[in-house]
T-cell receptor
């Protein structure tokens, strides 16, 4: 069964304290892993897509990496405005029109 | 471009009532989908469409109907609302397979 699991559920950091969020998946033959950011009361907003193991993408203080079984979202020297819920998603193995989302990691960065 | 728009933003229903959640996009995207988001469960796919006239079920389709008569619009219908359908509903669109999805602002639905 296709599954996506994110950890931790919540993460509290001090401003400038770097850390990583994890997204593990069980889909075979991965056709892409997507990261989204969701602010309270809003819809998710796209961040990155990774397609193959070893691939990395960066955007400001965020860097996403991908292995064969998991992806990491590294946050370097975070600021309070990075506080949000971060979601990852993968398409189903046998139907690329269906996406499975993880339950997200809620990040809180204190000044 | 307005992107993906959803109406209403908030809705309160009584058990057994029906209603339609509206979703529209102005990006000429073929793929559209509906998700519900519940605490601790992430986003779950309800129904999706790969083009006008083509819809299919997602992970949690029971109690919901959809149709897609135009590229722009993808309404979600609740025929007989139940308290278990209390949730936040998001509509999304994308160019097609394996593309980033653009999400609407969501509709917060409460069923009493």
């Amino acid at each position: 069964e296709d599954q996506v699991t994110q950890s931790p559920e919540a993460l509290r950091l001090q401003e400038g304290e770097s850390s990583s969020l994890n997204c593990s998946y069980t889909v075979s033959g991965l056709r892409g892993l997507f990261w989204y950011r969701q602010d309270p009361g809003k819809g998710p907003e796209f961040l990155f897509t990774l397609y193959s193991a070893g691939e990395e993408k960066e955007k400001e203080r965020l860097k996403a990496t991908l292995t064969k079984k998991e992806s990491f979202l590294h946050i370097t020297a975070p600021k309070p405005e990075d506080s949000a819920t971060y979601l990852c998603a993968v398409p189903a193995q046998y139907n690329f029109n269906k996406f499975y989302f993880g339950s997200g990691t809620k990040l809180n960065v204190k000044p | 471009n307005a992107g993906v728009t959803q109406t209403p933003k908030f809705q309160v229903l009584k058990t057994g009532q029906s209603m339609t959640l509206q979703c529209a996009q102005d990006m000429n995207h073929e793929y559209m989908s509906w998700y519900r988001q519940d605490p601790g469960m992430g986003l779950r796919l309800i129904h999706y469409s790969v083009g006008a006239g083509i819809t299919d079920q997602g992970e949690v389709p029971n109690g919901y109907n959809v149709s897609r008569s135009t590229t722009e619009d993808f309404p979600l219908r609740l025929l007989s609302a139940a308290p278990s359908q209390t949730s936040v509903y998001f509509c999304a669109s994308s160019l097609g397979l394996n593309n980033e999805q653009f999400f609407g602002p969501g509709t917060r639905l409460t069923v009493l």
